[in-house]
């Protein structure tokens, strides 16, 4: 009996040593880390501050974005870049920062494909494609037809060199055979502007920044820029649908440093996805352009590498300057 009682009492003091160790391995222990490398405001950081509450609730700790902006998103991409690989660092990136940047950038800080853990793709941003109303065209193809009759007197307005919006305007022009002018500027906004007042005629741009001149007439909407037409706007024709192979689909996607270990990746990929479910989350993302999705992290991770073959090569063929980053 003594003998029992002693090994039972052992076992017993093994097993309460061993709980706080178990404790603190439970990812996540402490507050978790989401780095926007954009300023507050815009779509990629709606869509953190989204997340951050359904993700808290589902694992009980705070998840706490943070805004390092600044050159075109590698300020903020690096921070995650260099942190430790244990989850508690996570970034609310976008194709442009990992698909585009080492292509458009000397001196890149990292690589955006292989310096990252692939964790989920979040969401694809609804783009327009929207002219100003002074513009006599109703359709893409009328569109082209003036471009063709009046080269080089219109205009398409950008967020600056390799912005998406540059990249999807020297793509049409490129493959549709016109002729036009880039008007490049520091920001979406400014370029909206502009193209509301009528000084740019064209701009490919997100729809939550071009829906609301649509409707209220300020702007013409002639299609989106993705390879298949969109659940938000089921009645608009993509550019595809007049100039073949044209696409631009623009993803927001968590990632993390490189090295992750894969059963951390699968659990925060499950509840991100969970996230982006719930009803509330879907209709506040549909209700500013947005369409959320639920894929693993290895199809996320595919994606990415094919975006960033895809448009390294995109932006060599149309000839766009490097800068330094």
């Known amino acids: 009996m003594t003998q029992i009682t002693r090994r039972t009492a052992l076992a017993a003091g093994l097993g309460l040593a061993a709980a706080p160790a178990f404790a603190q391995d439970r990812y996540p222990n402490r507050p978790v880390s989401i780095v926007v490398p954009w300023a507050a405001g815009g779509t990629t950081d709606i869509l953190a501050r989204v997340l951050a509450e359904p993700l808290r609730r589902s694992l009980g700790q705070p998840f706490v974005v943070e805004n390092r902006s600044g050159a075109s998103g590698n300020i903020g ?6 942190s430790r690989p244990d989850g ?22 990292f690589n955006g494909a292989e310096d990252f853990t692939a964790i989920a793709l979040l969401a694809y941003v609804l783009n327009t494609m929207v002219i100003h ?3 006599p065209a109703n359709t893409v193809p009328e569109f082209i037809a003036y471009c063709k009759a009046n080269p080089g007197k219109v205009a398409y307005a950008s967020a600056g060199l390799g912005s998406t919006n540059h990249l999807c305007a020297a793509m049409f022009e490129r493959m549709a ?5 880039h008007v490049p500027y520091r920001g979406g906004a400014p370029a909206v502007q502009d193209t509301v007042g009528g000084q740019t005629q064209l701009f490919f741009s997100a729809g939550t920044q071009t829906l609301s001149h649509v409707r209220d007439g300020r702007l013409r909407l002639l299609a989106v820029t993705e390879g298949r037409r969109s659940s938000l706007l089921p009645d608009v024709p993509t550019v595809a649908e007049t100039v073949p192979g044209y696409e631009m689909a623009v993803w927001y996607g968590a990632l993390g440093p490189k090295g992750m270990p894969a059963t951390l990746v699968t659990q925060i990929n499950a509840e991100i996805n969970k ?5 509330e989350v879907k209709d506040r993302m549909a209700a500013i352009g947005v369409e959320v999705v639920n894929e693993s992290a290895d199809a996320f991770g595919r994606t ?11 932006i060599r063929e149309l000839g766009i300057g490097m800068t330094d980053a």
């Open 77 to 82: 991409s690096n921070v995650v870049a260099r």
């Open 88 to 109: 508690y660092s996570l970034l609310f990136g976008s194709m442009s920062t990992h698909a585009m940047n080492d292509a458009l950038f000397n001196n890149m800080p």
């Open 133 to 135: 109303p002074s513009v």
């Open 177 to 181: 055979g016109v002729e036009m002018v």
């Open 275 to 279: 996230a982006l479910m719930q009803p």
């Open 304 to 314: 990415l590498r094919a975006d960033a073959e895809k448009w390294g090569r995109v």
